[in-house]
Nanobody, 123 residues
Framework: QVQLVESGGGLVQAGGSLRLSCAASGRTFSRYTVGWFRRPPGKEREFVVA????????YAVDSDKGRFTISRDNAKNTVYLQMDSLKPEDTAVYYC????????????????WGQGTQVTVSS
């Protein structure tokens, strides 16, 4: 079974930055497309950004483009989410997930999930 562990969350002021990490064993991230999702308080889990297995193409929701950047380091078995210009509405539990999704933004299309890391953005 694939094991994913997120880290790097915490409390940050609006306008600040955080870098989240998602670590896995073996060559997980070279075998799968990787997505970041988040669950704001009282809301459903939602898509943030993804990077594809082939060609490492990246996709993000329009409102996050220019602020959130996903990257992959296969040698370190780690995927990152760089978050800049954070807003209070970015407060959520952030999850990484892997799979071979037909739709990059669809939760049910991913096969394995981490436990999540809390990001809190204060005003």
């Amino acid at each position: 079974q694939v094991q994913l562990v997120e880290s790097g969350g915490g409390l940050v002021q609006a306008g600040g930055s955080l870098r989240l990490s998602c670590a896995a064993s073996g060559r997980t991230f070279s075998r799968y497309t990787v997505g970041w999702f988040r669950r704001p308080p009282g809301k459903e889990r939602e898509f943030v950004v993804a990077i594809t297995r082939i060609y490492s193409r990246t996709y993000a929701v329009d409102s996050d483009k220019g602020r959130f950047t996903i990257s992959r380091d296969n040698a370190k078995n780690t995927v990152y989410l760089q978050m800049d210009s954070l807003k209070p509405e970015d407060t959520a539990v952030y999850y990484c997930a892997v799979g071979s999704p037909s739709r990059l933004d669809t939760v049910s299309d991913y096969d394995y999930w981490g436990q999540g890391t809390q990001v809190t953005v204060s005003s």
